[in-house]
């Protein structure tokens, strides 16, 4: 699960609610505008919705090692 996380927020470790990749994220899944997204609502978002962000952590992470193990 954290190497998904170190993996998402690449460049962006410091300041995840500047992300690309994240903010499309939140922005398909809960449908906030990602340029309108604050850090603020970014961490309310991650909070509120921490089940469902640890169960899309668990999953990439079974995505990249099957990934991994057929290269």
Do not use: C
Request: aromatic share 16%; net charge positive.
């Amino acid at each position: 699960m954290l190497g998904a996380m170190w993996r998402l927020s690449k460049a962006y470790r410091l300041r995840p609610w500047r992300s690309p990749y994240l903010l499309w994220r939140i922005e398909t899944y809960s449908g906030l505008h990602a340029d309108r997204i604050t850090s603020g609502e970014f961490w309310n978002f991650v909070w509120t919705q921490r089940r469902e962000l640890m169960r899309f952590l668990h999953w990439a992470d079974r995505m990249h090692a099957a990934e991994r193990a057929n290269s």
